[in-house]
């Protein structure tokens, strides 16, 4: 008699990002199709493990902010350059590389309003704003609350602190939740066959259908608040995933 027993988790919205060859997607709430003996040729079971993994992060990414306002482009613009040189040379004296400096955004533009100006009740105020975004990477993630400092103390607004893991160290997190979501997969399979009176005979497919990335984000407005010198402290960076796991199956 051919028997399929299949246990249903989570389905996911597909997402392509990630590894290539490997379909990625952010977990969501559903019910999984089961496979059917027909499809494989045999008995099957189907289950959906999830496995993660966390680190503490190597690499932090900060986004500081050089503004300016008025209503002559031209004076925004030379604003903006010498508030840009301020800043490289605050970040130069505290030891961040000129290569691990990029600019992210620049821009000159009317600022949003309610009500235009000029009107009765308009609100008032410069017609244009500039700002011109930089990104800091930093592989030592002990040294982002003196370049916060470094940075303010310049005039810069910080716009975000994010701390985050280096592409080799990230790709071996993932490898491990993948693992231990192989081995989350195989006790739920051995379970169900045990119940069903199956054996598991080996893997027919796997399909890795969910990865999610949690860097750690510090609160910008702390940052720029702090005084006496920016203490931030670091939680984990945890990858979680899930497969779908198709095995073969045989009577006991």
Known sequence: MRKTIALALAAAVVLTVGAAGTVLAMGGTGTQPAQTAADTGGQTITVSGDGSASAQPDQAVLRFAVTAEGDDPAAIRSELASGASDLRS??????????????????????????????????????????????????????????????????????????????????????????????????????LASAGGLSVTGVASIDATGTNYRPVAYDAERAQAASGGTAIETGDVSVSTSVRVVYEASDQ
């Open 90 to 191: 605050a970040l130069s004296e505290a030891g961040v590389a000129d290569d691990a400096i990029e600019t992210t955004g620049y821009s000159i533009e009317e600022p949003p309003r309610r009500v235009p100006p000029g009107r009765d009740g308009g609100e008032t105020g410069p017609e244009l704003r500039g700002v011109h975004v930089f990104e800091v990477t930093l592989d030592d993630t002990d040294r982002a609350g003196a370049v916060v400092d470094a940075a303010a103390g310049a005039g810069a607004e910080v716009q975000s602190v994010q701390f985050t893991l280096a592409a080799d160290t990230r790709e071996d997190l993932r490898n491990q939740a993948l693992e231990n979501a192989m081995e989350n997969a195989r006790g739920q399979a051995d379970t």
